[in-house]
C-alpha cells in the first residue's frame, strides 16, 4: 500500500527561526514529490520534485529531493507569522497522489 | 487568471440523500481531480478526468462518481450519503495528466459537506 509520512506532526516556533519538515515515502508508482502549504482551505502549490538532488528554491523556502533514501526535506528560513500553515507532502504518478498527513506549523511572533 | 471554481462552498445534507459538487478548472486546464479531506484520513485521492474519461481512480465505493464535460468542468456525484461522507472536497486541475510540470494540481477552496 502507497505511504507518505511526514514528520514532525506540529511545530511551533519563533520568528526568524529556520525549520525542516520531513517527508518518506513509498510508493509502487513514483514519478513526483509535491509540496503545498494549506492555510485556509484551498492547498496552494509550492514545490514539485522529480529530480534527485536537485534543490528547488522560492525566497525562504527551498526543497530537496533523495530518491535513493526516499524522502525530501522542505526548508523555511527566517520564519514570519505568515508561514503558519499545515504543509502536506505528495507524492504519486500523474494525477493521482497520495498525501501525507501534514505538519501543522505555528510561528509565534 | 481565475483560479480553480468549486460551487457550492457549503452544504448540509441527511442521511439517503444525495448530492452533486462542481468545479471549474483554470482556463486552459484539461485535467481535473477530486479528493476527500477529512480530519482522521487527511487528503485522500477519489479520481481523475482527462478529456471526458476516467483516468484514475482511488479506493471509494461505487457510492462516489464524476463526470467531466467538454470544457473541463467536472462534477462529482454522492449517492446514498452516510455521515462518514462529511469531509471537505477538493478539486484540483491541472493541464495535463502527466509530463513534469505540466501536472502540478492547482487546488479550490472546496465543499464543505455535512451529513446529518
Known amino acids: 500500500e502507497d505511504k507518505v509520512v511526514q514528520s514532525p506532526l506540529s511545530l511551533v516556533v519563533h520568528e526568524g527561526d529556520t525549520v525542516t519538515l520531513n517527508c518518506s515515502y513509498e510508493v509502487t508508482n513514483f514519478r513526483s514529490l509535491l509540496w503545498y502549504k494549506q492555510e485556509k482551505k484551498a492547498p496552494t502549490f509550492l514545490f514539485m520534485l522529480?529530480?534527485?538532488?536537485i534543490e528547488k528554491k522560492s525566497g525562504r523556502l527551498s526543497s530537496i529531493l533523495d530518491k535513493k533514501e526516499l524522502f525530501s526535506i522542505l526548508n523555511i528560513t527566517a520564519t514570519q507569522t505568515g508561514d503558519s500553515a499545515v504543509y502536506l507532502c505528495?507524492?504519486?504518478?500523474?494525477?493521482?497522489?497520495?498525501f501525507g498527513a501534514g505538519t501543522i506549523l505555528r510561528v509565534k511572533s | 487568471k481565475a483560479g480553480v471554481t468549486q460551487t457550492p462552498r457549503y452544504l448540509i445534507k441527511t442521511r439517503g440523500q444525495q448530492v452533486t459538487l462542481s468545479c471549474s478548472p483554470i482556463?486552459?486546464?484539461?485535467?481535473v481531480s477530486w479528493y476527500q479531506q477529512t480530519p482522521g484520513q487527511g487528503l485522500q485521492f477519489l479520481f481523475e478526468y482527462f478529456s471526458e474519461t476516467q483516468r484514475n481512480k482511488g479506493n471509494f465505493p461505487g457510492r462516489f462518481s464524476g463526470r467531466q464535460f467538454s470544457n473541463s468542468r467536472s462534477e462529482m456525484n454522492v449517492s446514498t450519503l452516510e455521515l462518514g461522507d462529511s469531509a471537505l472536497y477538493l478539486c484540483?486541475?491541472?493541464?495535463?495528466?502527466?509530463?513534469?510540470?505540466?501536472?502540478?494540481?492547482?487546488f479550490g477552496a472546496g465543499t464543505r459537506l455535512s451529513v446529518l
Open positions: 505528495a507524492v504519486g504518478y500523474g494525477n493521482k497522489l497520495v
Open positions: 522529480t529530480s534527485s538532488g
Open positions: 484540483a486541475s491541472s493541464l495535463y495528466w502527466t509530463g513534469e510540470g505540466k501536472n502540478i494540481q492547482y
Open positions: 482556463s486552459g486546464h484539461r485535467s
